[in-house]
């Protein structure tokens, strides 16, 4: 009976995709359900005139596996995967491998490798990305955990993942621990910046244009042909030319509160800790938030006044590539930021992450995947050490070329009173990051004269710390740390 290659615990729509997917890919696959009902469901419809067999019990479900057994978890992140695990550890061996396949908080991916090591047990926490339809014909996979499970579970990974133009799987080992999930996570927090982006473009063009949804289908069906090529620009394109049942377009109809589950602000809470300046994410995030509250703003938007007059867009055409423009250089300073805290996060961490290759994973099946991704993959092909993606010459050349745009772009919500976000904080980080001397040596003699906290001067070697009796009437103690 142990005749199967993997099994697969969960049959909700990402986990029944994944088994399908195996299936096709000549795999037997195992599944089982705590909802037993589910199995002989699955079997008998979705599943009907495959390979796939069922468990109707944990015993019985792992005794159609062969050995090393491999179970995939693909369950409600959290205590459901702690649940799950300790289900299972009673009737497991030293090396079976265990894979959560959920949207997991990479710490407890960190903790789970940690605690099934000293069991014999080889855990791998992997992000699946690419939704519904990733999941059935090809997603992006991100492993991360015990490297000893990886030869055990790369050929049948890399076989179901998306493939590049060269055949490349998307799919590739990351690191160890709750490095994939590190990795999905950060991916995650991109996906959410590249969509306020995109809304934060749709706001400009809409209100300072008046476009109708049938011209912004065709904007972004257009841009959707050059440099901004993506699956998120080609999927808001298709939401544009969408109609309602009336015939009005079906966005129109949409109410305008986001929901978000979570990755986002992981995302931008791992950038605090690390102290890395993932800004734009942040207020991704934010702007979410903002949203929600809706009923507020709705009174708000009788009390609190806007601009007066709309200004006039003298050139259209100028407007709409000033915005693309601006999109595209956002677009960046969000990589750039999400690729300085996958590095922090592999120097506190001890990870090996592979940087090159993490981008090209992100270039299929995913929902952030672009042809954006490529010039990344190619970046860190000429500098595998590279401090920082706007310091290779193709993103740098790009960005000093469009700034102008970028800058009028932001002119112009300004003048609108659009609310731009992402927009502005790209451009910010940008300036910031450009900018040689800050005016954070004010900064530090403010905390130095209300806290004694030192500072470090210019013409002295860093490292050195001083502090300055400012007032005349504090004392010579100063605080023993600087990053108080």
Not at 17 to 43: I, Q
Not at 164 to 176: A, K, L, M, R, T
Not at 288 to 306: M, W
Not at 362 to 384: H, M, T, V
């Amino acid at each position: 009976m142990q005749s199967c290659d993997i099994g697969v615990i969960g049959l909700a729509v990402m986990g029944q995709n994944l088994v399908l997917n195996m299936n096709d890919h000549g795999y037997k696959v195992a599944v089982f359900n705590r909802t037993v009902s589910k199995v002989d469901d699955f079997l008998a419809n979705e599943a009907k005139g495959t390979n796939i067999a069922g468990g109707h019990s944990i015993e019985e479900f792992l005794g159609l596996l062969k050995r090393p057994r491999r179970v995939m978890l693909m369950v409600k992140a959290g205590n459901t995967v702690d649940q799950m695990i300790e289900h299972l550890l009673p009737h497991l061996e030293a090396g079976d491998i265990i894979i959560d396949g959920g949207n997991s908080l990479f710490t407890d991916s960190n903790r789970r490798a940690k605690e099934l090591a000293e069991k014999g047990i080889l855990f791998i926490g992997t992000g699946v990305s690419g939704g519904e339809e990733g999941a059935r014909f090809g997603p992006s996979i991100m492993p991360g955990g015990n490297p000893a499970a990886w030869p055990h579970v790369k050929e049948i990974f890399q076989s179901i993942a998306a493939k590049v133009d060269d055949g490349s799987p998307c799919c590739e080992w990351v690191g160890e621990d709750g490095a994939g999930h590190y990795v999905k996570m950060v991916h995650n927090g991109i996906e959410y910046g590249d969509m306020q982006l995109i809304g934060e473009a749709y706001h400009l063009l809409q209100t300072g244009l008046g476009l109708s949804a049938d011209e912004l289908h065709e904007v972004f069906a257009e841009w959707n042909k050059g440099e901004l090529d993506s699956f998120l620009v080609e999927i808001t394109s298709s939401i544009f030319a969408t109609k309602d049942e009336d015939g009005q377009p079906l966005l129109d109809k949409i109410l305008d509160a986001a929901g978000q589950k979570g990755t986002g602000k992981w995302t931008a809470t791992s950038a605090l800790d690390l102290g890395m300046p993932v800004t734009l994410i942040g207020e991704a995030v934010f702007a979410r938030c903002l949203s929600a509250l809706k009923t507020e703003r709705v009174h708000a938007s009788r009390v609190l006044n806007g601009p007066g007059a709309k200004p006039v867009v003298a050139d259209r055409q100028q407007f709409i590539e000033d915005v693309r423009r601006a999109l595209y250089c956002s677009k960046i300073i969000s990589y750039a930021q999400g690729y300085m805290l996958l590095r922090e996060a592999a120097r506190e961490h001890g990870w090996h992450l592979n940087m090159g290759g993490i981008a090209l994973m992100w270039r299929g099946g995913c929902i952030i995947r672009s042809q954006f991704l490529g010039r990344i993959k190619e970046a860190y092909d000429r500098n595998p050490q590279l401090e920082n993606l706007l310091l290779d010459s193709f993103f740098a050349e790009a960005l000093n070329h469009y700034q102008a745009s970028w800058r009028k772009a932001l002119a112009h919500s300004i003048e609108l009173g659009v609310p731009a976000p992402a927009f502005s904080t790209a451009l910010a980080f940008f300036d910031g990051y450009r900018t040689e001397r800050l005016p954070a040596n004010l900064l530090q003699a403010q905390r130095d004269f209300f806290g004694a906290h030192t500072y470090e001067r210019v013409d002295r070697p860093r490292g050195e710390f001083f502090h300055t009796n400012w007032t005349g009437r504090g004392g010579r103690v100063s605080s023993t740390t600087y990053n108080a």
